[in-house]
């Protein structure tokens, strides 16, 4: 089993920045990528930005040039450094690895920006 914890959430007015940490532990062979998803309340969960195991990075329309998604030396760690942040940024934040074609998600941590 993996597990994942996430940390980093909170409130922040618009236009500040947050940075969220997730750390991976367990069964963990052959990271395949991992990611950030968020979810608002009555909306689906959405990508937010992924990172390969190579490195190659992806990011959601959304939020393309104020966050960025890193993993360094390609260890259990990811990160979600979130600046310029919006109203509509806010969301629970779940960490995902896959592995194996598996998918394992963290508890969610809320990210509240204010107006």
């Known amino acids: 089993q993996v597990q994942l914890v996430e940390s980093g959430g909170g409130l922040v007015q618009a236009g500040g920045s947050l940075r969220l940490s997730c750390v991976a532990s367990?069964?963990?062979?052959?990271?395949?990528?991992m990611s950030w998803y968020r979810q608002a309340p009555g909306k689906q969960r959405e990508l937010v930005a992924l990172?390969?195991?190579?490195?190659?990075?992806n990011y959601a329309d959304s939020v393309k040039g104020r966050f960025t998604i890193s993993r360094p030396n390609a260890g259990n760690t990811v990160y979600l450094q979130m600046n310029s942040l919006k109203p509509e940024d806010t969301a629970v934040y779940y960490c995902?690895?896959?592995?194996?074609?598996?998918?394992?998600w963290g508890q969610g941590t809320q990210v509240t920006v204010s107006s």
């Open positions: 995902n690895l896959r592995q194996w074609s598996h998918d394992y």
């Open positions: 367990g069964t963990i062979f052959s990271i395949n990528s």
């Open positions: 990172i390969t195991n190579g490195g190659s990075t």
